[in-house]
């Protein structure tokens, strides 16, 4: 069955702060089928648009929601963030530790990256250094071989200098 978009985005509003309103309740109040809404509410989440995942408290939010809630408000201004806030039933102190964990989450990664790749540097050059070695005693292995090899076959010619 084919839907009007202004009562799908009509239906996506009463799913966001501050309704905060359930699948299965919208699915009710709209004789539409559950299935339908869910679909509607991923297509918009995939669309970046922030709508919970069935948490009514803010705070139980998933981090993806919470992302995207900073994402949308990145570029605001105080005023537009408190506006934002009262529309959405958040607070602005909600966004901005939010905003701060995302950052730290960031930075994080750069430092673990940058350490991993030191480390990795310093086992590429320790790798290096070994395989140098383990060629420099493979062809001095190969001399002694040959050495002894060549003894052998004097020994079995002209006999044991020794015997004598």
């Known amino acids: 069955m084919n839907y009007s978009k202004e009562l799908k985005e009509n239906i996506l509003r009463q799913m966001m702060p501050p309704n905060n309103k359930s699948v299965l309740e919208l699915s009710k109040e709209n004789d539409i089928p559950e299935q339908t809404l869910h679909l509607w509410k991923r297509k918009a989440r995939a669309s970046g648009r922030a709508i919970p995942a069935g948490q009514t408290s803010s705070d139980r939010w998933s981090t993806k929601d919470k992302f995207l809630i900073v994402v949308e408000t990145a570029a605001m201004n105080n005023i537009e963030l408190a506006e934002y806030c009262r529309a959405k039933g958040l ?11 995302c950052m730290q989450a960031n930075g994080g990664i750069a430092e673990e990256a940058s350490r991993l790749n ?18 420099r005693k493979d062809a001095a292995l190969a001399e002694t071989a040959a050495l002894l090899v060549l003894r052998k076959k004097a020994q079995a010619i002209w006999g044991d200098p020794e015997e004598e």
């Open 118 to 135: 030191k480390t990795l540097k310093e086992k590429d050059k320790a790798l290096k250094v070994l395989n140098t070695e383990l060629r």
């Open 91 to 101: 607070y602005a102190e909600q966004v901005e530790a939010w905003r701060d964990a």
